[in-house]
């Protein structure tokens, strides 16, 4: 354990302290709270009451008439503190350090309590995470020590950052899973091929093992088009478009294949019925030239025949007169 961390719990104490002087932490990484787990919190407060002591700083300040005015800041326990006025409890149990905490500390303290109750998401942990790095010029394994996780943990939870916004809500409000984040990311200089890759994984239900095979795909794709004349290149779009997947013509010395993902059974079924549905539409128009063609022929025929008429019209006696 930290040894200033050790060193201040010595003199921690518990008081009942009026709800309404204590202070929200301002480095409380934690920015969503779900309602439903709050109720269901403040219905268990209302029961048992507040099991676990919230941990709060004290400030003392002196008042125009020379007494002290004492307020509270939060430090831990922010979801204890608003199921708490949920209930309408006046007073709620809190540890007070009195080691007069920096602003580290206190955000440490934060990070820490949601850290071990698993409440903070991906992309609010990755905030408090950089918050460290930047404003405390903490390394990335100096966090990773405080936190009680390794250095690569810490650096890919920072890495989430580099996310676009949209992609970022999507992993809190858990659209996408963290592990979504490192074939996305794999994306970063290729926004177009990102932004297609992040609509499958969403409206497809893609697994984070295929969302990383096609990723590593796009990647040297790039590379791969080179081998593509203009003509396949608009080939393999016009099919992709066609098909509603991603489309590949890999050429060989000797012609080449077409590669068609497919995520699912669903997919591929639906693969299967867009070039049925194609066949049949091509076999029906096949089908109308056929009597079109005939048709025409016919229409050429008669119109040749009428001609003839005309001409045998002509020289017919009873076209002349006397």
Do not use: C
Request: proline share 3%; no cysteine.
């Amino acid at each position: 354990m930290d040894a200033k961390l050790a060193e201040a719990q010595r003199y921690d104490s518990v008081f009942w302290i009026e709800v309404e002087k204590i202070q929200p932490n301002p480095y409380q990484p934690r920015k969503e709270f779900d309602e439903l787990n709050l109720k269901t919190l403040a219905e268990s407060i209302r029961q048992y009451g507040v099991l676990q002591p919230l941990v709060v700083t004290r400030t003392e300040t002196e008042k125009e008439d020379g007494g002290l005015q004492t307020s509270y800041e939060l430090i831990a326990g922010e979801r204890r503190l608003r199921a708490s006025k949920l209930v309408g409890l006046r007073e709620v149990p809190a540890v007070i350090r009195t080691q007069n905490e920096d602003s580290q500390m206190k955000l440490e303290l934060a990070i820490i309590e949601n850290l071990q109750r698993e409440d903070l998401n991906a992309v609010d942990r990755a905030k408090a995470f950089d918050l460290l790095a930047q404003k405390f010029k903490l390394t990335h394994a100096e966090i990773g020590k405080k936190m009680g996780k390794s250095r690569e943990y810490v650096s890919n939870s920072i890495r989430l950052l580099g996310l676009p916004e949209e992609m970022q809500e999507a992993i809190r409000s858990k659209n996408i899973t963290e592990g979504h984040a490192r074939p996305l990311l794999m994306l970063s200089d290729r926004p177009d091929e990102q932004a297609t890759l992040y609509k499958e994984i969403v409206t497809r239900k893609i697994s984070v093992r295929d969302s990383e095979q096609l990723a590593r795909r796009i990647a040297v794709e790039k590379t791969r088009k080179n081998d593509l004349s203009p003509e396949l290149q608009k080939l393999e779009k016009e099919l992709s478009d066609a098909l509603g997947t991603r489309v590949h013509i890999e050429r060989a010395e000797s012609g080449g294949k077409v590669v068609i993902d497919f995520f699912s059974e669903d997919d591929l079924s639906a693969i299967r019925n867009h070039i049925a549905e194609e066949a049949v539409k091509e076999e029906e128009l096949s089908e109308e030239e056929i009597v079109e063609d005939v048709e025409n022929a016919l229409e050429g025929v008669v119109e040749e025949k009428k001609e003839e008429k005309k001409d045998d019209d002509l020289y017919n006696i009873s076209g002349f007169t006397v």
